[in-house]
C-alpha cells in the first residue's frame, strides 16, 4: 500500500506542475498578442489563463501537502488541504465568470462590440484551446483515479479555458462577416454553463470541509452491514472524508457467547468488505455483545 501511495503522489505532483507550466505559457502567449494586437478578448483571455495559473500553482502545493502522512498533529492526514483548494479554485472560477458577464454585458450595452483580428489571434487562440484541452483531459484522468478534488478543480479550469477560447475563436471568425455581437453573446452562455459547474464542485468541496456523510456512501456501508450474519445490529455509524481517503467508524454487536478472539475475526472481516467496497478507506470497529440494539 505504501508503494502505491508513492506511485499516486507521484503522478499527481508530475501533472500538477505540468499544468503550471502549460498555464504560464499560454497566459504569456495570450498576453504578448493581446498587447500587440489590441484585442480586448483575447486581454481578457490572458487574465483568464492568469487565474488559471494560480488555480494551477495551488493545486501543485496542495497535492505536495495533502499527501503528507498523518502526525501528531493532523491525525487524520492532510487530505482536508485538497478539498480547501479546490474550494478557493471554485472562488476563482466565479471571478472568472463574473469578470466575463461584466466584460461581455458591457459591450453589448455600449456597442463596442468590435474586436481585432490578426493571424497571430488566430494562432495564439488555436494553441491555446489544444493545450487546454490536453491538460484538462490528463488531469481529469488522475483526478478520477485518485478520487483528487484539487485536480478535478484544476481540470475545470482547464476546460472553461476551451470554451472561453472557443468563444473567443468565434468571435475572430464572426467578426469577420460582420457580426461582433456573436462575442459577446456567447461569452455570457459560457460564462452561466462554468457557473452551474463550479457551484456543484463548490457544494462538494463545503460538504468535505465540513464533514457532510455522503449519502452513497453510508447507504452502501448500511448495506454490507445488513448482510453480514456475524453483524446482529449496529450502531453510531460514522463516515467522514479528508482528501481522497474515507474514514469509517462503526460500532457492532455480536453473539456475546462468542469467544474474544471470535469476536476480533468478525470485526477484522468487516473492516476487510468496507475497504474492499470503498477505495482508500480506513476502518475502526468496535465490537460488543448483543443486547437488542436496533440498528441505526
Request: negative net charge; proline residues 2%.
Amino acid at each position: 500500500m505504501y508503494a502505491e501511495d508513492l506511485l499516486a503522489q507521484k503522478e499527481k505532483k508530475k501533472v500538477a506542475l505540468l499544468s503550471v507550466f502549460a498555464a504560464i505559457l499560454i497566459t504569456i502567449g495570450k498576453l504578448i498578442i493581446g498587447l500587440l494586437t489590441g484585442s480586448l478578448g483575447i486581454l481578457s483571455e490572458a487574465l483568464h489563463s492568469g487565474l488559471d495559473f494560480v488555480a494551477a500553482a495551488i493545486t501543485y502545493l496542495t497535492v505536495r501537502i495533502s499527501d503528507k502522512p498523518a502526525d501528531e498533529n493532523h491525525q487524520y492526514g492532510h487530505g482536508k488541504y485538497e478539498n480547501f483548494s479546490a474550494f478557493v479554485e471554485t472562488l476563482l472560477l466565479f471571478i472568472t465568470c463574473f469578470w466575463i458577464i461584466y466584460e461581455a454585458s458591457h459591450r453589448l450595452i455600449t456597442g463596442k462590440t468590435e474586436i481585432e483580428v490578426s493571424v497571430w489571434s488566430y494562432v495564439v487562440v488555436i494553441a491555446s484551446i489544444i493545450i487546454d484541452f490536453s491538460r484538462s483531459r490528463e488531469l481529469s484522468r488522475v483526478a478520477k483515479k485518485y478520487n483528487s478534488q484539487a485536480l478535478e478543480a484544476d481540470a475545470l479550469h482547464f476546460s472553461t479555458d476551451i470554451w472561453s477560447s472557443f468563444v473567443v475563436l468565434l468571435g475572430l471568425i464572426c467578426a469577420q462577416f460582420g457580426f461582433f455581437l456573436a462575442d459577446s453573446i456567447s461569452a455570457l452562455i459560457v460564462a452561466a454553463i462554468v457557473i452551474f459547474i463550479a457551484f456543484r464542485l463548490g457544494k462538494r468541496s463545503i460538504d468535505v470541509l465540513l464533514d457532510r456523510t455522503s449519502p452513497e456512501t453510508l447507504k452502501k456501508i448500511n448495506n454490507i452491514l445488513q448482510e453480514m450474519p456475524d453483524v446482529l445490529s449496529f450502531h453510531n455509524l460514522k463516515i467522514r472524508t479528508s482528501g481522497s481517503y474515507t474514514f469509517v467508524e462503526i460500532n457492532i454487536h455480536v453473539d456475546p457467547l462468542l469467544t474474544i478472539e471470535q469476536a476480533h475475526e468478525i470485526s477484522h472481516n468487516v473492516e476487510k468488505v468496507i475497504c474492499a467496497s470503498i477505495e482508500k478507506c480506513e476502518v475502526h470497529v468496535h465490537e460488543e455483545p448483543e443486547n437488542n440494539h436496533k440498528i441505526l
